[in-house]
C-alpha cells in the first residue's frame, strides 16, 4: 500500500485553528447557493412563499448542527470524518407535492418520518445492498430530474407583472451560460464555483430589467433571526399523507445509498494508508442524517443530506481533519443569522433559480445513467430493467397510461411516477437474482462437517466439482479467523465476545465464479478487519510467520477475492472463488 503523501493532515489530526476556521467557512459558502434555492423552488412553486424566510433559516441551522455531529461522532450518531450537509435537491418535487395537498404541516410530518424511518434504517445498513442495487437506485436518480424538471420549466417563464416578456428566458440564458460554460472549460477548483458565478450572473441581468428584488436586500437586517416559528406536525394522517409518505421513504432510502458513497468516498481519501471501509462509521453518517432530516421536519425546513464538496476539497488542500467539519457547521449556523447575506440570494428571479437547479438536475440524471451502466458489470440486464422502469415511471408521472385506474388504486399511491418506476425496478431486478443456497448455523469449529457437506451439495449443483476443495478450504480459513476474532474479544474483561454468535453462509453463482458470503453476529467494536489484515501481509517485519498469518495468506490463495464489512450488528465477509485457478484478484 502506497501512502497519500499529499493528505497534510488525517482525519484524527489537530489542525491550527485559523485554518479549520479559514477552510470551514469556505465549505460553508459553497452550499449557502443550495441551502437558500432549494428551499425557494419549493416554496414559490407551491405559492406558500410566506414560510420561505423561515424554512430557509431553520434549514441553515439544522444542516450545520448535523455537520458538526458527523464530525464529533457522538455515540452512535455521525462519521467521525469532515463532511458537509446541504438542502437536498432529490426531495423537491415530493416537497412541493406535500404543500400544494396539506400544506408545511404536512410536509414537516412526512419529513419527520422519513428521517426517523432513515436513522431505523441504519442500524439495517447490512440489507442495503440487497433491496437498492445500482440499478434501482440509478433508475430512481434517473426518475428525480424527471419529476422536477416540469417545475423549473414552469417557473422559468415566470417574471413580475409589468417585466418586459424577455426578461425570464435572458435571465435563464445568462445563468446558463455562465454555469455551463465554467462547468465545461473551467478548472475543478473553479468548478466548483460555478453555480455561484450563474447566479451571479442571472441576478446581474435581472437587475438590468428591473426584476431583482433589490427591496428584498435593503430591508433585510444585517444580523438577527428571522420572524416566524416552526408549523408544528399534521397529525391527523389522512390520504393525502400515505399517498406521499412511499414517495418520501424511497427518495430517503435512495439518498441513504447515495450517501454510503459519499461516506466510504470521504473515508478514502481521509487516510494516508489506504484501510478497509469502516461500515459502523458508515451506519453513524446515516443515522446523523436521519436524525438531522427529523430536526429538520419539527423546524419546518425541508430535507437534507451529505454533499460530496468536501471529497474535492481534501483532496484539493490536503486537510481531512475532522475539526474542519465542526468550523464548517458552526459557519453555516451564523450565516443563517445574516439575513441580508441570505436576502441577497433569496432577491434572485425565479428563471434565475430554476435555471441553476436545472444544472444540477442534468447532471443528477447523468449519475443515475452511470449507476446502471455500473450494474450492467454484474447484470447484463440492467440496462433494460431501467429502460422499462424510466418509461414506466414518465408514463405514470404524465397520466399517459391508466391515469384513472392507477388514482383510485391503493389510494393513489402509484400515482407517483418515481414510486411507480422504482417498484418496476425492484420488482424486476428481484427477479433476476441470481438463486442463493443458504445455511444455518453457529459460529462454531463444531459446524465444519455440515459446511462441508453445503459446500459439496452447491457444487454438485452447479457443475463446480473441480472448485470444491478450495471452496472447503476457503470456508473453512475464513470460520477459523472469524472464531479468532471472537476469542480475541472474548479475552476483555466482562465483554460477552464469548456467547455464541449465529452465522449464515449463502452461496451463488456469478459469472461462474462462486460467491460465499459470511454472515456472523458482530463480536465487539474494535476486532481488526480481516481485509486489512490480509493488505498488510508482507508489510510487516519478517521475523517469521505466525500461524495466524499463515492463515491469512492461504486464504488469500484460495480466493480470487475477499471483502470484509463490519456492521454494528453483522459481519459481513464475502469470497469470491473462481472456477479455475485465477493469478491476483481484489483483496
Known amino acids: 500500500m502506497r501512502p497519500d503523501d499529499n493528505l497534510r493532515y488525517e482525519a484524527s489530526d489537530p489542525i491550527e485553528r485559523p485554518l479549520a476556521l479559514g477552510l470551514g467557512l469556505q465549505l460553508a459558502a459553497l452550499t449557502l447557493n443550495s441551502a437558500v434555492l432549494l428551499p425557494t423552488i419549493v416554496f414559490r412553486a407551491a405559492d406558500a412563499e410566506r414560510f420561505l424566510v423561515w424554512a430557509v433559516f431553520a434549514g441553515m441551522v439544522t444542516c450545520g448542527i448535523t455537520t458538526i455531529v458527523q464530525a464529533v461522532r457522538l455515540r452512535r450518531f455521525g462519521a ?33 418520518v422519513s428521517g426517523l424511518a432513515q436513522a ?13 442495487t445500482p440499478v434501482v437506485t440509478g433508475t430512481v436518480i434517473m426518475l428525480l430530474p424527471v419529476t422536477v424538471m416540469p417545475i423549473l420549466l414552469r417557473m422559468l417563464n415566470e417574471v413580475p407583472s409589468g417585466a418586459p416578456a424577455v426578461a425570464g428566458p435572458l435571465c435563464a440564458l445568462a445563468t446558463l451560460a455562465t454555469a455551463v460554460g465554467i462547468y465545461l472549460k473551467g478548472t475543478g477548483g473553479l468548478r466548483r464555483w460555478a453555480p455561484v458565478a450563474g447566479i451571479a450572473a442571472g441576478a446581474v441581468t435581472g437587475a438590468f430589467f428591473g426584476i431583482y428584488e433589490t427591496g428584498l436586500v435593503a430591508n433585510a437586517a444585517w444580523i438577527g433571526v428571522p420572524q416566524g416559528h416552526p408549523p408544528g406536525l399534521d397529525l391527523g394522517f389522512g390520504s393525502s399523507f400515505w399517498a406521499l409518505l412511499p414517495a418520501f421513504l424511497f427518495i430517503a432510502l435512495v439518498g441513504a445509498t447515495k450517501s454510503v458513497g459519499v461516506a466510504v468516498a470521504t473515508q478514502r481519501v481521509s487516510w494516508r494508508d489506504r484501510r478497509a471501509v469502516d ?100 447484470n447484463p440486464r440492467s440496462g433494460l430493467i431501467a ?73 454438485r449443483r452447479h457443475g463446480m466439482e ?12 475464513t470460520l477459523l479467523m472469524l472464531l479468532e476474532s471472537r476469542d480475541a474479544v472474548a479475552l476483555e474483561a466482562d465483554h460477552p465476545g464469548h456467547r455464541e454468535r449465529a452465522l449464515l453462509i449463502t452461496a451463488s453463482r456469478e459469472d461462474g465464479d462462486a460467491v460465499l458470503r459470511f454472515k456472523a453476529a458482530a463480536p465487539g467494536q474494535e476486532e481488526l478487519n480481516l481485509q486489512d489484515r490480509l493488505a498488510w501481509l508482507g508489510e510487516e517485519a519478517e521475523s517469521g510467520p505466525e500461524e495466524q498469518e499463515i492463515s ?33 484478484g481484489e483483496r
Request: glycine residues 10%; proline residues 3%.
Open 466 to 477: 473441480t472448485s470444491a476443495e478450495r471452496m472447503e478450504a476457503a470456508c473453512e480459513e
Open 552 to 584: 491469512l495468506r492461504l486464504l488469500r490463495h484460495l480466493a480470487s477475492s475477499v471483502r470484509h464489512q463490519q456492521f454494528r450488528n453483522v459481519d459481513i465477509v464475502t469470497l469470491k472463488v473462481a472456477a479455475e485457478q485465477r493469478a491476483g
Open 279 to 378: 461500515f459502523r462509521s458508515v451506519q453513524g453518517t446515516l443515522a446523523a442524517e436521519g436524525v438531522g432530516n427529523a430536526l429538520a421536519g419539527l423546524t419546518g425546513a425541508i430535507p437534507n443530506t451529505l454533499h460530496p464538496t468536501p471529497i474535492a476539497a481534501i483532496e484539493t488542500t490536503g486537510v481531512a481533519a475532522r475539526s474542519v467539519g465542526v468550523a464548517a457547521g458552526i459557519a453555516l449556523i451564523a450565516l443563517a443569522c445574516l439575513p441580508k447575506l441570505v436576502a441577497v440570494i433569496l432577491a434572485v428571479p425565479d428563471a434565475v433559480a430554476a435555471a441553476s437547479i436545472a444544472v444540477v438536475m442534468c447532471m443528477l440524471f447523468v449519475v443515475g445513467m452511470r449507476e446502471v451502466v455500473a450494474g450492467t458489470r454484474t
Open 80 to 112: 467521525g470524518y469532515l463532511m458537509l450537509h446541504g438542502a437536498s435537491s432529490p426531495f423537491i418535487a415530493v416537497c412541493v407535492a406535500a404543500l400544494l395537498q396539506g400544506g408545511p404541516t404536512m410536509l414537516a410530518t412526512l419529513v419527520l
Open 120 to 132: 431505523v434504517f441504519s442500524e439495517r445498513l447490512a440489507l442495503l445492498h440487497r433491496i437498492l
Open 387 to 459: 429502460g422499462i422502469s424510466v418509461w414506466t415511471g414518465i408514463a405514470v408521472e404524465f397520466d399517459l397510461v391508466f391515469a384513472d385506474q392507477l388514482a383510485e388504486l391503493a389510494g393513489g399511491l402509484l400515482n407517483n411516477g418515481m414510486t411507480a418506476g422504482g417498484l418496476m425496478a425492484i420488482l424486476l431486478a428481484a427477479v433476476t437474482m441470481p438463486r442463493v443456497a443458504r445455511f444455518s448455523g453457529s459460529l462454531d469449529v463444531g459446524e465444519l462437517p455440515g459446511i462441508r457437506d453445503f459446500i459439496v451439495r452447491f457444487a
